[in-house]
């Protein structure tokens, strides 16, 4: 099975969490961190900089790995490493997605996260209880 390797932004701003709508492909709809595919040589926090640039014209900094996911999709494994990080200047023009949406911690669950993204969910909701 091939293996994709992504790097996903969990973006922190006033003490809420932004949360990405697919706009294409097969996930459509389901809601996801914003980030992409690694380019070949490049590190998870370079590829999760970048893409961030690219999909929301923001530049992201303070960047903190909080979990690697290891997923299997029924045509992939995924193998995607998350970072907390802020915005460090720009303000959000969102070129992929759907839609955007800013959740409160306590509210997390009230989107439709995709597989991969509800186990990070979790790891986040766990580093949030141990802070």
């Known amino acids: 099975m091939k293996t994709i390797h992504v790097a996903a932004a969990i973006i922190q701003k006033d003490g809420k969490i932004l949360a990405a709508q697919r706009g294409y492909g097969e996930f459509k709809d389901g809601w996801e961190f914003p980030g992409g595919k690694l ?68 509210d997390l669950w009230s989107v439709n996260w995709l597989p991969a993204d509800i186990k990070v969910v979790e790891a986040l909701e766990q580093a949030l209880q141990n802070k």
Do not use: P
């Open 39 to 106: 380019e070949e040589g490049e590190s998870g926090e370079d590829a999760c900089i970048r893409e961030i640039q690219e999909e929301l014209n923001v530049t992201v900094g303070n960047l903190s790995h909080l979990y690697t996911v290891e997923h299997d999709y029924d045509t992939f494994h995924l193998s995607m490493e998350c970072f907390l990080c802020t915005i460090e200047s720009g303000e959000i023009a969102d070129s992929e997605h759907e839609n955007l949406r800013w959740l409160e911690t306590d």
